[in-house]
């Protein structure tokens, strides 16, 4: 298994302002990934993030809005660039795990709501 | 593209009682399905894998079930407890991808 951290654990923003959140994990991975969950929606990847590469984005997504790091094997953060009300969502790092890296595990989230 | 349906979206149960949740999936060429526990406000737990040469996976009081060709899979829980009231998330993995397609959940509330 991993043990997943995230900060900040909840945020209340301003319309045009941006916040980063961070993901830490307990081991080094290969991968990193990025979810959004809209309120009463399931969960949707934005992004994948591999070390030493540029995250690889999902449609409907791109870079400008959520730029993505990834310096090292156990950690990551995800931007919400120029925020508005509909980015009001909670935002999940997962990693894979296992023999067989295909188990994943989810951080506890962070709640952003935007105003 | 893979779409991921969880029927029914909230079920509400006396303690005690047996129960079986629905998940179905509309492309069968999966790696894997996993399914997730979420509380409120709060991440996700992963409960049980079933890779897709696999029919059924058990832990405790939880068995979830995999009909590959039919694109169907069921958590059952037995026994179920008021600790068990969350809402239940199922994904699937498809073959060739790193990333997991979820449903939108079903709510789970045992009454004591």
């Known amino acids: 298994s991993a043990v997943i951290s995230q900060k900040p654990s909840r945020d209340i923003c301003q319309r045009g302002t941006s916040l980063t959140i961070q993901c830490q994990v307990d081991s080094q991975v290969t991968m990193m990934f990025w979810y959004r969950q809209q309120p009463g929606q399931s969960l949707t990847l934005i992004a994948t993030a591999n070390q030493g590469s540029e995250a690889t984005y999902e449609s409907g997504f791109v870079i400008d809005k959520f730029p993505i790091s990834r310096p090292n094997l156990t950690f990551s953060t995800l931007t919400v660039s120029n925020m508005s009300p509909e980015d009001s969502s909670i935002y999940l790092c997962s990693v894979e795990v296992g023999a067989a890296a295909d188990t994943q595990y989810f951080g506890p989230g962070t709640r952003l709501t935007v105003l | 593209k893979q779409e991921v349906t969880q029927i029914p979206a909230a079920l509400s149960v006396p303690e005690g009682e047996n129960l079986v949740l629905n998940c179905s999936f509309t492309d069968s060429a999966i790696y894997n399905l996993q399914w997730f526990r979420q509380d409120p406000g709060k991440g996700l737990t992963s409960l049980l894998l079933?890779?897709?040469?696999?029919r059924e996976q058990t832990s405790g009081r939880l068995n979830a079930s995999l009909d590959k060709s039919s694109g169907r899979s069921t958590l059952y829980i037995a026994a179920s407890q008021p600790g068990d009231s969350a809402t239940y998330l199922c994904?699937?993995?498809?073959?060739?991808?790193?990333?997991?397609?979820f449903g939108k959940g079903t709510k789970l509330t045992v009454n004591p």
């Open positions: 994904a699937v993995r498809p073959s060739g991808s790193e990333k997991l397609v």
């Open positions: 079933i890779q897709s040469s696999q």
